[in-house]
Structures are given as C-alpha cells and as structure tokens.
Nanobody
Framework: QVRLVESGGGLVQPGGSLRLSCVAS????????MAWYRQAPGKQRELVAR???????EYMDSVKGRFTISRDNARNTVYLQMSSLKPEDTAVYYC?????????WGQGTQVTVSS
C-alpha cells in the first residue's frame, strides 16, 4: 500500500523559510517522478515543483529561485525547501506521485505566511 506523509508546515512570517518533508512507503521515490502541489482556499490545486527519476526538475514560475525540491533516497523522502516566503504562498501543500495507473496523494500540510 502506497502512503505519502507530509510534514513541516506551519505559520511563518513573510520572508521566512520552511522545509516540507514527504516520507513515502510502499514505493521507492528514487526512480520515479515526485511532485509537490498546493491548494489555496477557493483555488484549484496547482503544481509547485516536480522532479523526475533522472533528476530533471521544474518549478512553477512564481516560486523559481525561492523553492528547491530534492530527495533523499536512503530515507525515501522528498523535500521542498521554501525561502523568501510570501503571503500568496499560503496553501495546503501536497506530495504526489503516480504509480501503476494511480495518482497518489498525501494528506497535506498547511503553510501559512502572515505577519
């Protein structure tokens, strides 16, 4: 059974930093595409960052230069390092992967950027 568990969210002031973690079980993160999405209240879920098994990475335009996606194969964990956070980054952040025709999601972690 595939399970993705996010953590690391919280309340942070504008300009601050957070690191989100996604621990996977039931699959290996190394060879597959792993992604972070976010969903703000009243908005559609959007792709924040994605990393392929070969290491190709893409980011949504508004987070380029501020967010970094990475993975630790030994810990079977994917990270999202977020810096220079802005109020518009406030959302629930979800870890995502696709395996055997099924889209898998974590339960999400809330990130709130506010003074």
């Amino acid at each position: 059974q595939v399970r993705l568990v996010e953590s690391g969210g919280g309340l942070v002031q504008p300009g601050g930093s957070l690191r989100l973690s996604c621990v996977a079980s039931g699959l290996t993160v190394g060879p597959r595409i792993m992604a972070w999405y976010r969903q703000a209240p009243g908005k559609q879920r959007e792709l924040v960052a994605r990393m392929t098994g070969a290491g190709y990475i893409e980011y949504m335009d508004s987070v380029k230069g501020r967010f970094t996606i990475s993975r630790d194969n030994a810990r079977n964990t994917v990270y999202l390092q977020m810096s220079s956070l802005k109020p518009e980054d406030t959302a629930v952040y979800y870890c995502n992967t696709f395996r055997s025709g099924v889209n898998h999601w974590g339960q999400g972690t809330q990130v709130t950027v506010s003074s």
